[in-house]
């Protein structure tokens, strides 16, 4: 009989030609999707070039998707030249998926927003976009030039960030070489709690095995628990598993994954694999969700655990949220409910984490479903609550340049529901950032202290359809 394998084992071996692959075997895989953005993907081209000559063509011009996102409202021209090095490569390959921030132009200075985020081909952050527009299947590998390219693991296929060398042989050849990474199992028992995200989770994994727990693992989350998510709420599991040092993150896929796909995807066919039982798993941990608490993790680490309740005493000058950790809709869902007839006490910034987050802000109320006569937006919850909200980017995520909305440029204590608190990383060496899940951030934008949510929280917060339809 075959010897036991897990999902991301299978979908290696049927990428490399094989029957059967372990941890530790190093193959040669076909790569379906390579992702990149306007930080690297400029980098990328110039190897690609260098490498495999200047009129060199990719191996599928269906399978590359560009998307730009970092540093896109900004004055920094070196910034617009990036987006201009992707539009010249993208013409000069007819590449199919590319989506364009078609209002920054030539013109020197900050660029101004799309007006309507249903009527620009810019799309905001790749993790986000790419399910969105159709790029991630169950059973595929996607490759791309970025870290938290492991969100699409959460539709149950093999995702992972590379560097711009492997990125740009990809691009000449569909191919890259693969070690078989082992499986940790984490399993969540009972139903998510109203006060609870997938956030409160995955901050209870990495402070449990440490930012280099997971390293060149695959890390699987199981159990009712994690079926309980919403799918946008898995993607905030398997987005965070590189800060554990994760090779790739995966979720099994079920019918709430199949609806999305089925609704999204660019592609009609795709493979859905599982764990054979009996598999083998490098190590195995459990958490029961009724006793698990609201958690954040304090600077500079994301394994850096606590308790919201410990950290009550802790003074926060800034919450932000966004990214493509904590800015999908039902984040701002989150958000909105506990904000809800309140107003902030220290200035709260939230960046939509896409364009369609965007539009659904505006279009969605805070139950998730389609506005009606009379009744607030999310937008306007938040609006009205005193948030500044902006266009979709990456934004102060990752700190850009200094004109970036929301960035720590002085040292300051923020909330947050990205996923890394280096230092540095959101601005200011000196900056000290808090991660933690919306309903945390938001409990805290009312105080100015770090808040439990369940001073706010006890009733479930409906989500809807939205962020799937
Ligand atoms: S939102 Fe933050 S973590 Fe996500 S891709 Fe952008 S910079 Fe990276």
């Known amino acids: 009989m075959a010897k036991p394998m897990t999902m991301t084992e299978k979908i290696i071996a049927a990428h490399a030609g094989r029957d059967h692959v372990n941890p530790g075997d190093n193959v040669w895989v076909g790569v379906d999707v390579l992702m990149t953005h306007d930080v690297c993907g400029p980098g990328t081209i110039g190897i690609f070039k260098e490498r495999f000559g200047q009129n060199a063509k990719v191996w599928d011009k269906d399978r590359v998707v560009i998307i730009p996102d970092h540093y896109i409202f900004t004055a920094e021209d070196k910034c617009h030249r990036n987006i201009q090095i992707l539009r010249d490569f993208v013409r000069e390959q007819g590449l199919k998926y590319y989506y364009d921030p078609d209002f920054v132009t030539s013109e020197p200075g900050m660029p101004n927003p799309y007006k309507d985020p249903t009527k620009t081909s810019y799309k905001g952050v790749c993790h986000k976009a790419l399910p969105e527009e159709g790029h991630v299947r169950p059973g595929e590998i996607l490759l791309g030039t970025d870290s938290h390219s492991c969100t699409a693991g959460a539709f149950g296929q093999l995702a992972s960030g590379v560097g711009n060398t492997d990125a740009a042989f990809v691009l000449g050849t569909g191919k890259t070489w693969l070690k078989v990474p082992p499986t940790m199992k984490f399993t969540f028992r009972g139903q998510i709690p109203p006060y609870l995200t997938a956030k409160d989770l995955i901050l209870a994994v990495i402070g449990e095995i440490s930012v280099s727990g997971?390293?060149?693992?695959?890390?699987?989350?199981?159990?009712?628990?994690?079926?309980?998510?919403?799918?946008?709420?898995?993607?905030?599991?398997?987005?965070?598993?590189?800060?554990?040092?994760?090779?790739?993150?995966?979720?099994?896929?079920?019918?709430?994954?199949?609806?999305?796909?089925?609704?999204?995807?660019?592609?009609?066919?795709?493979?859905?694999?599982?764990?054979?039982?009996?598999?083998?798993?490098?190590?195995?941990?459990?958490?029961?969700?009724?006793?698990?608490?609201?958690?954040?993790?304090?600077?500079?680490?994301?394994?850096?655990?606590?308790?919201?309740?410990?950290?009550?005493?802790?003074?926060?000058?800034?919450?932000?949220?966004?990214?493509?950790?904590?800015?999908?809709?039902?984040?701002?869902?989150?958000?909105?409910?506990l904000l809800s007839g309140h107003t902030v006490k220290i200035p709260t910034y939230v960046v939509p984490g896409s364009t369609e987050v965007h539009a659904d802000m505006l279009r969605l109320n805070i139950q998730g479903q389609a506005k009606q006569e009379g009744e607030k937006s999310i937008y306007q919850v938040l609006?009205?609550?005193?948030?500044?909200?902006?266009?979709?980017?990456?934004?102060?995520?990752?700190?850009?340049?200094?004109?970036?909305?929301?960035?720590?440029?002085?040292?300051?204590?923020?909330?947050?529901?990205?996923n890394r608190n280096f230092p540095g990383r959101m601005g200011h060496k000196d900056a000290g950032v808090y991660l933690a899940s919306p309903l945390t951030a938001a409990a805290t934008a009312l105080t100015g202290y770090v808040t439990d949510p369940r001073e706010y929280v006890s009733e479930p917060i409906a989500t809807g359809s939205a962020g799937v339809l």
């Open 214 to 337: 997971g390293t060149y693992k695959t890390m699987y989350f199981a159990g009712d628990g994690v079926s309980s998510l919403t799918l946008e709420d898995r993607m905030t599991l398997t987005n965070m598993v590189i800060e554990a040092g994760g090779k790739n993150g995966v979720c099994d896929v079920d019918e709430k994954t199949l609806q999305y796909v089925r609704a999204r995807s660019n592609v009609d066919h795709w493979t859905v694999y599982k764990d054979d039982p009996g598999c083998a798993y490098d190590c195995e941990y459990e958490w029961d969700l009724g006793t698990l608490e609201p958690l954040v993790a304090k600077p500079y680490s994301p394994d850096n655990k606590d308790t919201a309740h410990n950290c009550r005493d802790v003074k926060i000058d800034r919450a932000y949220i966004g990214s493509c950790t904590g800015g999908k809709i039902t984040d701002m869902i989150f958000a909105a409910n």
């Open 383 to 418: 609006e009205d609550a005193g948030c500044l909200i902006s266009a979709s980017s990456c934004a102060a995520c990752l700190g850009g340049p200094m004109d970036t909305f929301g960035r720590l440029n002085e040292p300051m204590a923020c909330i947050s529901t990205t």
